[in-house]
């Protein structure tokens, strides 16, 4: 059956303003980190999508290397793009990026000008675009001139490859750096893509929030769920089928018997605001506006449904602040880093 975007999408989700651009991006948007791989029925990946964009998810935000295996999350979103958005494009953002391991050899990673417009033409044609929405340097490459990097994303913008340059994991002095690279290039950096959730404060500990405010740049936090610790399934600990027992990313170190309490106690807080404990941290990452958008993933649709629904309450009390502030500390998350 043909897909039918529901006709009040819009009125469902809040927008926001990407920085001092013109552009603006849903307040949650969808990430195909993981999920999207050839590890998934690609019907599951297809309900997914619509689901999101039926909430007014607008967002799809995909990499390179995104998978398993690499490449294959931006050919099954190609697919979708051919198939159930077909007609849509206009309405959609999309964003890829380059930067970690796509490829052996010496220019199939980090910042090269070779690697990433490379690494931007092959995202295209997996996806059937013409050009993608935004297009990012995934990490800051140490051994590459900065210059080279963002000089390479202004050639991705300026040669119609991608409508806007954004930047993600650098810390505020590397973004200071970029930022004003790509002014004086005549293409601005859009946003940048830090992680960032209740638990996982680098973020502010670097004052990237305040840079990219007093730069302008927009900002969208990613894994505010902090790889899946914040969305309720480890109250009692590891369950099985979790990404801790999978080995997608999340150490099951993290999830000590220490963190599980303070997981209980941060739970009792959502609760008491009517909200899921996923709800709780994704609205704490948008909370006082510095955040312009909270990326979620999602394994199956009624993920998206709940994640969405944290819009409705984003204001905290000073005490509800404190105590998600004491509770991070007593997890032992304090330290964690990029």
């Not at 552009?23 to 590890?39: E, Q, R, V, Y």
């Not at 590397?174 to 004086?184: F, G, M, P």
């Not at 819009?311 to 509800?320: G, K, P, Y």
Request: glycine share 10%; proline share 4%.
């Amino acid at each position: 059956m043909t897909y039918q975007p529901a006709e009040d999408r819009y009125t469902k989700m809040v927008y926001r303003r990407v920085g001092r651009s013109g552009l603006k991006l849903p307040a949650i948007s969808l990430g195909l980190w993981h999920n999207f791989g050839t590890d998934t029925p690609h019907d599951t990946k297809v309900a997914i999508c619509r689901t999101a964009f039926d909430l007014g998810i607008t967002h799809f935000d995909l990499a390179n290397n995104y998978g398993p295996e690499p490449g294959s999350a931006e050919t099954a979103f190609g697919e979708i793009l051919k198939t159930d958005f077909h007609g849509l494009r206009d309405e959609l953002i999309i964003s890829s990026k380059a930067g970690y391991l796509m490829w052996g050899g010496p220019y199939g990673e980090w910042g090269s000008r070779k690697y990433l417009v490379a690494s931007c033409d092959q995202s295209l044609k997996r996806m059937g675009l013409d050009y993608v929405d935004i297009f990012y340097s995934h990490r800051f490459d140490p051994e590459t001139p900065l210059e080279e990097t963002m000089g390479a994303l202004d050639y991705i913008v300026r040669s119609g490859r991608a409508l806007y340059a954004g930047i993600s994991s650098y810390t505020s002095e590397q973004t200071r750096q970029a930022v004003a690279i790509l002014k004086d290039l005549g293409t601005p950096c859009l946003i940048h893509q830090p992680s960032y959730s209740m638990l996982n404060r680098w973020v502010e500990r670097d004052r990237l929030k305040d840079t990219l405010t007093d730069l302008g740049v927009g900002s969208i936090a990613f894994s505010p769920l902090f790889q899946g610790i914040l969305t309720g399934k480890y109250l009692g600990g590891i369950p099985d089928g979790s990404r801790a027992t999978q080995g997608k990313s999340l150490n099951p170190k993290l999830v000590s018997p220490q963190a599980v309490d303070a997981l209980n106690k941060l739970n009792d807080i959502a609760k008491a605001r009517g909200q899921t404990l996923a709800q709780m941290a994704i609205a704490w990452v948008l909370r006082d506006g510095g955040i312009t958008s909270a990326l979620i993933g999602a394994s199956k649709p009624q993920q998206v449904i709940d994640c969405a629904q944290a819009i409705s309450n984003l204001d905290f009390t000073a005490a509800e602040l404190k105590q998600i502030d004491d509770l991070a500390d007593e997890a032992k998350f304090k330290e964690w880093a990029q």
